[in-house]
């Protein structure tokens, strides 16, 4: 009995001996895996910050959504605003200070606000604006609101309002969108002359509050958004910019080769577009010359997209060249260099005699000009995005490659730190997260101070470029990049590593 009794005395002060042991052990091994961690950190950060980075892309490439063949490609298509013709800074100044005249003369708002100036460099286009409570804020591919980019005017709103306003950080759809992202309750900011607009409202919701002027932020709205129409529908605007068509219109002196170089190449050429023929014809011949409609097979003016994607019941109308008014019969083909009114895509195809899958059309506006596009009709399509060029000349810097670097570096340090039960370990998490969010706020102001990259927020896409990846099969900042490539190239989206996969 005593033996038996000792034995077993023996045995669990054994086991209470290797219990002890495994735990000093354990205690020790975290005590080296903190130390570890600290070094780790030293070396990570100094060769992050000293390495050189080889990141340069070209800004003018052609990024691919979905693989392209252009030997499939036997038709070019194009939008002609931001498109074919790209317009200088003072454009959006025009548009803003016609917008705020309309406002004071005809909806009576106050003349103090004629000090107001359009401000290049307030925010980036993919906004969205909520109607009802007068917000601007930039929302990911995911409908979530990126916390640090929401306003009230030019003023911040901390994030605890911005959680409590909608309870958390997530849209639902019906709150943000329709299919075109003009919505009930939301719009999304999203065409070149939206910056115009962003910024009068901004502006005019802090006169308002300056002057301690109560007002229903969806009046505003609906108003500057009835103004900015105006601007195009009077067509004020485009009497001033084709008597001045210089000081609006960049040069570009590559459109007219890369026009031939199509037309060399036995592609087909056309244009469709919402502008008026008086607007496009004095912007084409002060970029190309007066003989610019020999070019193109087919060219639409008035097109009225999106709708003219969609309404099957509107017939094209010619416009003679003797005065340009339109014709009383029905077009019944199209004529090289000539120009038509109107119509819609499903009748474009069938007098011109184009097959959708071999089309690809170019255009700025992703709901206008790509959406029933992609969607309904099977064209190919491409976005054109001059901020690319500006994207890319910020991330392709060592300064943004290192703060990149060094931002995952410190979520790798971060997820290890977690992995360890200790108080040094969590004081450790706990400072690298603070720092985590000031290099993450460096990234964001490389951009734009108050609403960072159009394409991306902290970790996801935006919004905007979710929906460049749905519509644009391609994307590019110029139209005329595709110079840089022969029209047998095929081009591969690029296959990105799901979370549970490594490439």
Request: glycine letters at 4%; aromatic letters at 14%; proline letters at 2%.
């Amino acid at each position: 009995m005593l033996s038996r009794y000792l034995k077993k005395v023996n045995v669990v002060s054994l086991s209470y001996c290797l219990a002890c042991s495994n735990y000093h052990t354990r205690i020790q091994s975290k005590e080296r895996s903190t130390s570890d961690l600290l070094d780790s950190y030293k070396i990570e950060k100094e060769k992050s910050m000293n390495q050189s980075y080889n990141a340069y892309v070209s800004p003018n490439k052609i990024f691919a959504n979905k693989e392209i063949n252009l030997d499939e490609i036997k038709v070019y298509g194009f939008d002609y605003d931001y498109t074919i013709a790209s317009y200088k800074k003072r454009l959006q100044y025009l548009i803003f200070d016609m917008a705020l005249n309309i406002l004071i003369e005809d909806n009576k708002y106050p003349k103090g606000m004629k000090s107001l100036t359009y401000d290049p460099d307030f925010g980036v286009r993919g906004l969205h604006y909520d109607i009802e409570k007068g917000l601007l804020m930039k929302i990911d591919s995911q409908h979530h609101v990126e916390l640090g980019t929401v306003y009230r005017g030019y003023t911040p709103l901390d994030d605890s309002e911005v959680l409590s306003t909608y309870d958390g950080t997530h849209l639902s759809v019906q709150y943000l969108s329709s299919f075109y992202d003009n919505g009930k309750y939301m719009r999304q900011l999203i065409d070149m002359d939206s910056l115009s607009e962003m910024v009068l409202l901004s502006q005019i919701a802090d006169y308002f509050k300056q002057k301690s002027m109560s007002f229903d932020p969806k009046y505003i709205f609906m108003d500057v958004k009835a103004a900015i129409k105006k601007v195009h529908v009077s067509g004020n605007m485009h009497t001033t910019v084709q008597n001045a068509i210089g000081d609006y219109l960049e040069p570009d002196k590559n459109l007219i080769e890369l026009l031939e170089y199509l037309l060399s190449a036995g592609k087909k050429l056309f244009i469709i577009t919402n502008s008026p023929f008086s607007f496009l014809d004095a912007g084409m011949t002060h970029l190309i010359g007066s003989d610019w409609r020999s070019l193109f097979d087919v060219i639409i003016t008035s097109a009225r997209k999106p709708g003219f994607y969609t309404d099957a019941f509107h017939h094209f109308r010619h416009l003679t060249a003797s005065d340009w008014t339109t014709s009383w019969d029905r077009v019944k083909y199209f004529e090289r260099g000539n120009v038509y009114q109107r119509g819609s895509a499903r009748e474009f195809l069938k007098l011109a005699g184009f097959k959708g899958s071999e089309v690809l059309y170019f255009g700025d506006q992703v709901y206008r000009d790509l959406a029933d596009l992609a969607l309904k009709l099977g064209w190919k399509t491409g976005a054109i995005i001059p901020e690319l060029e500006r994207e890319i000349e910020v991330t392709s810097s060592d300064n943004y490659q290192q703060a990149l670097n060094w931002l995952i570096s410190l979520e790798k340090l971060i997820e290890q730190a977690q992995g360890i039960r200790s108080a040094q370990a969590l004081q450790l998490s706990n400072e690298w997260k603070q720092e985590h969010q000031e290099v993450r706020n460096l990234l964001k102001v490389s951009f734009n101070p108050r609403f960072g990259s159009m394409f991306r927020t902290s970790i996801k896409p935006t919004y905007f470029s979710g929906r460049i990846a749905r519509y644009a099969d391609l994307y590019t900042s110029s139209i005329t990049n595709f110079l840089n490539y022969q029209l047998h190239h095929t081009f591969y989206q690029k296959r990105a590593a799901l979370p549970h996969e490594i490439i």
